[in-house]
């Protein structure tokens, strides 16, 4: 309402131009982080490169375009998980790997998902992407782990094991839509991944974090609605 | 739907945009720069209440006539959104994970009177 009038819908004076601005900012910060789920803004201590992130979103882009085209995979249509909900929220994360253990002949990778997403999401889809430098010709074995810690946190289990046959350096995909699945159903937020080569064949993977070959996990998750029972 | 301009004191829309470098948000969301936190303000008087905009037809305008002679009979309607559309976020959470989310019926594109 004009300076000096009440407001007509709620009978208040009308505010001063700097505290209505103040209020509406307060306002506006609430409103974004309850619909993120947040209790406070984050404080990000290890951004990512922006070579890597260009890197992981021109490469899960590709990754739906070959699924779009390919015959025989599923595609988003027809999977109806991935059908867009009807006004629910959905979220794409983008998790960059945290480097674990290594020897000379296997490398441990740790993925964290956030408490807030993991309690109130369901995954729709999970893909790992790695990429691989193979030195030299020939077919390099990589037995993959996908371990998650017990619900005491003290020992790793192995959700799944998947051996892959290395031909040539570049990007390899797979689905970890059903570890990170059971991870959230638990309540956990860590993903480990083992890869480990026969023999001594260095490290099986290219660049440090720094670069825009890390290895990253791309989700595709759906708040969860409240179970609305049916009464006819 | 009106965009509130001047001293309009009828239901309209009114601009706002809270800036993420202003606020101090720009570290941890990458994009968009902003968000357009649009609200609606204004009197409803009764003849105004459920139209959207002006009177369509005769019998709207009928309507309105009667309405407006009953004046005191009634409260007045209320300002409120009639179109809204999501804003999409793309932004680092507590993991330093990228997330990227639309978050539905987050702006006002439009007011009316209930």
């Given at each position: 309402a004009p300076k000096g009038v009440r407001c007509p819908a709620c009978g208040l004076a009308a505010l001063a131009p700097t505290t209505q601005?103040?209020?509406?900012?307060?306002?506006?910060?609430?409103?974004?982080?309850?619909?993120?789920?947040?209790?406070?803004?984050?404080?990000?201590?290890?951004?990512?490169?922006?070579?890597?992130?260009?890197?992981?979103?021109?490469?899960?882009?590709a990754h739906h375009m070959d699924a779009a085209v390919s015959p025989g995979m599923p595609h988003d249509s027809s999977?109806?998980?991935?059908?867009?909900?009807?006004?629910?929220?959905?979220?794409?994360?983008?998790?960059?790997?945290?480097?674990?253990?290594?020897?000379?002949?296997?490398?441990?990778?740790?993925?964290?998902?956030?408490?807030?997403?993991?309690?109130?999401?369901?995954?729709?889809?999970?893909?790992?992407?790695?990429?691989?430098?193979v030195p030299g010709p020939g077919t390099h074995p990589v037995t993959v782990r996908l371990l998650k810690p017990d619900p005491m946190g003290l020992n790793m289990t192995v959700v799944s094991k998947t051996r892959l046959e290395v031909q040539r350096a570049g990007w390899a995909t797979l689905d970890v839509g059903q570890a990170v699945q059971s991870l959230f159903n638990q309540g956990s937020q860590r993903l480990t991944v083992e890869l480990e080569v026969a023999g001594d064949w260095g490290a099986p993977l290219l660049g440090s974090h720094s670069d825009s070959h890390w290895p990253f996990v791309a989700a595709q998750a759906r708040a969860r609605t409240p179970h609305r029972v049916q009464r006819r | 739907g009106i965009d509130c301009s001047g001293d309009?004191?009828?239901?309209?829309?009114?601009?706002?945009?809270?800036?993420?470098?202003?606020?101090?948000?720009?570290?941890?969301?990458?994009?968009?720069?902003?968000?357009?936190?649009?609200?609606?303000?204004?009197?409803?008087?009764?003849?105004?209440?459920?139209?959207?905009?002006?009177?369509?037809?005769?019998?709207?305008?009928?309507?309105?006539?009667?309405?407006?002679?009953?004046?005191?009979?009634?409260?007045?309607s209320c300002c409120v959104p009639t179109q809204r559309r999501p804003l999409s976020l793309l932004y680092y959470d507590r993991d330093s994970n990228v997330v990227k989310t639309d978050i539905p019926d987050m702006i006002v594109d439009a007011c009316g009177c209930t």
């Amino acid at each position: 309402a004009p300076k000096g009038v009440r407001c007509p819908a709620c009978g208040l004076a009308a505010l001063a131009p700097t505290t209505q601005r103040d209020v509406l900012i307060t306002l506006a910060k609430e409103s974004i982080l309850s619909k993120l789920r947040l209790p406070d803004r984050p404080n990000i201590t290890q951004p990512t490169s922006r070579g890597a992130l260009l890197t992981a979103l021109r490469r899960m882009r590709a990754h739906h375009m070959d699924a779009a085209v390919s015959p025989g995979m599923p595609h988003d249509s027809s999977n109806p998980h991935l059908r867009p909900g009807m006004g629910v929220q959905e979220y794409e994360i983008l998790s960059f790997a945290e480097s674990g253990s290594s020897t000379s002949h296997s490398i441990h990778l740790h993925f964290h998902f956030t408490g807030e997403l993991a309690g109130s999401t369901e995954i729709l889809q999970a893909t790992l992407y790695l990429f691989w430098a193979v030195p030299g010709p020939g077919t390099h074995p990589v037995t993959v782990r996908l371990l998650k810690p017990d619900p005491m946190g003290l020992n790793m289990t192995v959700v799944s094991k998947t051996r892959l046959e290395v031909q040539r350096a570049g990007w390899a995909t797979l689905d970890v839509g059903q570890a990170v699945q059971s991870l959230f159903n638990q309540g956990s937020q860590r993903l480990t991944v083992e890869l480990e080569v026969a023999g001594d064949w260095g490290a099986p993977l290219l660049g440090s974090h720094s670069d825009s070959h890390w290895p990253f996990v791309a989700a595709q998750a759906r708040a969860r609605t409240p179970h609305r029972v049916q009464r006819r | 739907g009106i965009d509130c301009s001047g001293d309009s004191r009828m239901c309209c829309r009114k601009e706002f945009f809270v800036d993420f470098k202003e606020i101090g948000w720009e570290d941890w969301i990458i994009q968009p720069e902003g968000y357009h936190m649009n609200y609606c303000a204004g009197l409803c008087p009764l003849h105004m209440a459920g139209i959207p905009g002006l009177a369509a037809s005769f019998h709207t305008a009928v309507l309105n006539l009667i309405k407006a002679n009953n004046a005191d009979a009634a409260v007045d309607s209320c300002c409120v959104p009639t179109q809204r559309r999501p804003l999409s976020l793309l932004y680092y959470d507590r993991d330093s994970n990228v997330v990227k989310t639309d978050i539905p019926d987050m702006i006002v594109d439009a007011c009316g009177c209930t």
